[in-house]
Protein backbone atom coordinates (compact mmCIF):
# COMPACT_ATOMS: atom_id res chain seq x y z
CA UNK A 1 0.00 0.00 0.00
CA UNK A 2 1.00 3.64 0.13
CA UNK A 3 3.11 4.85 2.65
CA UNK A 4 5.58 7.83 3.26
CA UNK A 5 8.98 7.42 4.92
CA UNK A 6 10.64 10.42 7.26
CA UNK A 7 14.04 10.55 8.51
CA UNK A 8 14.28 9.35 12.07
CA UNK A 9 14.56 11.37 15.13
CA UNK A 10 14.05 15.03 16.13
CA UNK A 11 16.24 17.76 14.26
CA UNK A 12 17.71 20.40 16.63
CA UNK A 13 19.34 23.47 15.34
CA UNK A 14 20.32 27.23 15.46
CA UNK A 15 18.32 30.24 14.13
CA UNK A 16 19.73 30.94 10.62
CA UNK A 17 20.58 27.52 9.55
CA UNK A 18 19.64 25.68 6.83
CA UNK A 19 16.52 22.98 7.84
CA UNK A 20 16.31 19.74 5.59
CA UNK A 21 13.84 16.88 6.27
CA UNK A 22 13.81 13.79 3.96
CA UNK A 23 10.74 12.53 2.70
CA UNK A 24 10.65 9.43 0.70
CA UNK A 25 7.37 7.85 -0.38
CA UNK A 26 6.01 4.36 -2.15
CA UNK A 27 2.77 4.48 -3.95
CA UNK A 28 1.27 3.32 -7.45
CA UNK A 29 0.44 6.30 -9.98
CA UNK A 30 1.04 9.81 -9.34
CA UNK A 31 0.05 10.88 -6.09
CA UNK A 32 -0.24 14.62 -4.68
CA UNK A 33 2.39 15.21 -2.29
CA UNK A 34 2.02 17.65 1.09
CA UNK A 35 4.02 18.91 3.77
CA UNK A 36 2.10 20.13 7.20
CA UNK A 37 2.86 21.66 9.99
CA UNK A 38 2.00 21.64 13.42
CA UNK A 39 2.42 24.68 15.98
CA UNK A 40 2.65 23.48 20.17
CA UNK A 41 -0.95 22.66 21.11
CA UNK A 42 -2.53 23.13 17.60
CA UNK A 43 -3.77 20.51 14.95
CA UNK A 44 -1.98 19.85 11.52
CA UNK A 45 -1.59 23.33 9.05
CA UNK A 46 -1.23 22.85 5.37
CA UNK A 47 2.66 24.11 4.88
CA UNK A 48 2.83 23.20 0.82
CA UNK A 49 1.88 20.96 -1.67
CA UNK A 50 2.76 19.56 -5.36
CA UNK A 51 0.53 17.45 -7.21
CA UNK A 52 2.81 16.61 -9.94
CA UNK A 53 6.15 15.33 -10.81
CA UNK A 54 8.84 18.49 -10.71
CA UNK A 55 6.38 20.68 -9.15
CA UNK A 56 7.97 22.94 -6.51
CA UNK A 57 6.04 23.88 -3.75
CA UNK A 58 6.71 26.84 -1.47
CA UNK A 59 5.40 28.99 1.61
CA UNK A 60 6.54 31.13 4.27
CA UNK A 61 10.23 30.47 2.89
CA UNK A 62 10.24 26.50 2.74
CA UNK A 63 10.57 24.34 -0.65
CA UNK A 64 9.96 21.03 -1.63
CA UNK A 65 10.06 19.64 -5.20
CA UNK A 66 8.52 16.06 -6.33
CA UNK A 67 10.99 14.17 -7.76
CA UNK A 68 9.51 10.99 -9.38
CA UNK A 69 12.87 9.48 -10.33
CA UNK A 70 13.68 9.21 -6.48
CA UNK A 71 9.95 9.35 -5.34
CA UNK A 72 11.14 12.15 -2.92
CA UNK A 73 9.54 15.25 -1.60
CA UNK A 74 12.14 16.71 0.46
CA UNK A 75 11.37 19.82 2.69
CA UNK A 76 14.35 22.87 3.18
CA UNK A 77 14.49 26.11 4.44
CA UNK A 78 17.60 28.30 3.74
CA UNK A 79 17.37 30.38 7.19
CA UNK A 80 15.10 28.83 9.64
CA UNK A 81 13.19 30.99 13.07
CA UNK A 82 12.95 29.95 16.70
CA UNK A 83 8.93 30.49 15.36
CA UNK A 84 9.65 27.64 12.84
CA UNK A 85 9.61 25.12 15.60
CA UNK A 86 6.99 22.60 15.46
CA UNK A 87 6.24 19.11 14.02
CA UNK A 88 6.72 18.64 10.64
CA UNK A 89 4.63 16.04 8.27
CA UNK A 90 5.18 14.83 5.11
CA UNK A 91 2.08 12.97 3.49
CA UNK A 92 0.50 11.61 -0.23
CA UNK A 93 -2.88 11.44 -1.48
CA UNK A 94 -4.16 9.79 -4.64
CA UNK A 95 -7.04 7.74 -6.01
CA UNK A 96 -9.17 6.84 -3.17
CA UNK A 97 -8.76 10.03 -1.63
CA UNK A 98 -6.95 8.96 1.79
CA UNK A 99 -3.97 10.66 3.19
CA UNK A 100 -1.15 8.60 4.01
CA UNK A 101 1.06 10.41 6.38
CA UNK A 102 5.16 10.45 7.44
CA UNK A 103 5.63 9.81 11.29
CA UNK A 104 6.94 13.38 11.50
CA UNK A 105 9.81 15.32 12.44
CA UNK A 106 9.99 17.24 15.76
CA UNK A 107 12.00 20.40 14.59
CA UNK A 108 13.55 22.71 17.42
CA UNK A 109 15.57 25.68 16.75
CA UNK A 110 17.71 27.31 19.40
CA UNK A 111 18.13 31.07 19.26
CA UNK B 1 -14.51 31.19 8.76
CA UNK B 2 -14.70 28.34 11.33
CA UNK B 3 -13.42 25.30 9.19
CA UNK B 4 -13.20 22.05 10.93
CA UNK B 5 -14.82 22.21 15.03
CA UNK B 6 -13.91 19.22 17.53
CA UNK B 7 -15.24 19.44 20.45
CA UNK B 8 -14.08 18.87 23.04
CA UNK B 9 -10.73 20.29 23.47
CA UNK B 10 -9.40 17.50 26.40
CA UNK B 11 -11.29 14.61 28.46
CA UNK B 12 -10.56 12.10 30.63
CA UNK B 13 -12.64 9.05 30.93
CA UNK B 14 -12.74 6.22 33.33
CA UNK B 15 -12.05 2.95 31.51
CA UNK B 16 -15.00 1.28 30.48
CA UNK B 17 -17.08 4.63 29.64
CA UNK B 18 -18.08 5.66 26.40
CA UNK B 19 -18.08 9.13 24.96
CA UNK B 20 -18.69 11.09 21.43
CA UNK B 21 -16.27 13.47 19.89
CA UNK B 22 -17.65 15.79 18.20
CA UNK B 23 -16.41 17.06 14.80
CA UNK B 24 -18.20 19.44 12.62
CA UNK B 25 -17.20 21.53 9.13
CA UNK B 26 -18.56 24.22 7.33
CA UNK B 27 -17.03 24.26 4.21
CA UNK B 28 -19.71 21.88 2.57
CA UNK B 29 -16.34 19.07 1.88
CA UNK B 30 -18.05 15.47 1.05
CA UNK B 31 -14.90 14.10 2.53
CA UNK B 32 -14.30 13.47 6.16
CA UNK B 33 -11.99 11.60 8.28
CA UNK B 34 -10.67 10.63 11.79
CA UNK B 35 -7.46 10.48 12.73
CA UNK B 36 -5.51 9.46 16.02
CA UNK B 37 -1.87 10.71 16.98
CA UNK B 38 0.67 9.06 18.71
CA UNK B 39 4.02 9.59 19.60
CA UNK B 40 6.30 8.04 17.41
CA UNK B 41 3.54 6.45 14.97
CA UNK B 42 2.35 9.91 13.04
CA UNK B 43 -1.30 10.21 12.46
CA UNK B 44 -3.31 6.85 12.16
CA UNK B 45 -6.61 6.62 9.96
CA UNK B 46 -9.65 5.38 12.05
CA UNK B 47 -12.82 5.86 9.86
CA UNK B 48 -13.54 8.07 7.22
CA UNK B 49 -16.61 9.13 4.66
CA UNK B 50 -17.09 9.81 1.14
CA UNK B 51 -20.60 11.89 2.10
CA UNK B 52 -23.75 11.91 4.11
CA UNK B 53 -24.44 7.83 4.82
CA UNK B 54 -21.23 6.51 3.86
CA UNK B 55 -18.52 5.40 6.26
CA UNK B 56 -15.73 3.28 6.08
CA UNK B 57 -12.95 1.98 8.17
CA UNK B 58 -9.46 3.06 7.97
CA UNK B 59 -6.18 1.41 9.64
CA UNK B 60 -7.03 1.45 13.14
CA UNK B 61 -11.10 0.94 13.45
CA UNK B 62 -11.70 -1.23 16.36
CA UNK B 63 -13.33 0.41 19.47
CA UNK B 64 -14.19 3.35 17.77
CA UNK B 65 -17.90 3.95 15.75
CA UNK B 66 -18.98 6.51 13.43
CA UNK B 67 -22.14 7.57 11.26
CA UNK B 68 -22.51 10.72 8.48
CA UNK B 69 -25.95 11.74 8.82
CA UNK B 70 -25.53 14.87 7.54
CA UNK B 71 -22.43 16.71 5.08
CA UNK B 72 -21.29 18.91 8.39
CA UNK B 73 -21.01 16.69 11.48
CA UNK B 74 -19.07 13.67 11.56
CA UNK B 75 -18.64 12.24 14.85
CA UNK B 76 -16.66 9.53 16.83
CA UNK B 77 -17.74 7.35 19.12
CA UNK B 78 -16.00 5.44 21.58
CA UNK B 79 -18.33 2.28 22.88
CA UNK B 80 -16.19 1.08 26.19
CA UNK B 81 -13.02 3.40 26.82
CA UNK B 82 -9.89 1.61 27.03
CA UNK B 83 -6.15 3.01 27.78
CA UNK B 84 -4.84 2.14 24.92
CA UNK B 85 -7.28 5.14 23.02
CA UNK B 86 -4.97 7.65 25.12
CA UNK B 87 -4.24 9.61 22.19
CA UNK B 88 -5.14 12.59 20.40
CA UNK B 89 -7.77 12.28 17.80
CA UNK B 90 -7.78 15.09 14.67
CA UNK B 91 -10.77 15.13 12.58
CA UNK B 92 -10.42 16.39 8.26
CA UNK B 93 -12.21 16.85 5.53
CA UNK B 94 -11.52 18.10 1.85
CA UNK B 95 -13.43 18.00 -1.02
CA UNK B 96 -13.86 15.16 -2.77
CA UNK B 97 -12.02 16.40 -5.84
CA UNK B 98 -9.31 14.01 -5.91
CA UNK B 99 -5.57 15.59 -4.80
CA UNK B 100 -6.71 18.34 -2.71
CA UNK B 101 -5.35 18.82 0.67
CA UNK B 102 -7.11 18.32 3.77
CA UNK B 103 -8.39 20.64 6.71
CA UNK B 104 -7.65 19.60 10.28
CA UNK B 105 -9.38 20.50 13.46
CA UNK B 106 -7.51 21.22 16.55
CA UNK B 107 -7.59 18.08 18.19
CA UNK B 108 -9.24 16.26 21.05
CA UNK B 109 -6.46 15.21 23.73
CA UNK B 110 -7.97 12.01 25.07
CA UNK B 111 -6.67 10.33 28.46
CA UNK B 112 -8.73 7.32 29.70
CA UNK B 113 -7.44 6.12 33.00
Known amino acids: GDSVTQMEGPVTLSEEAFLTINCTYTATGYPSLFWYVQYPGEGLQLLLKATKADDKGSNKGFEATYRKETTSFHLEKGSVQVSDSAVYFCALRHGNNRLAFGKGNQVVVIP | NAGVTQTPKFQVLKTGQSMTLQCAQDMNHEYMSWYRQDPGMGLRLIHYSVGAGITDQGEVPNGYNVSRSTTEDFPLRLLSAAPSQTSVYFC????????????FGQGTRLTVV
Open chain 2, 92 to 103: ASSTEVGNTEAF
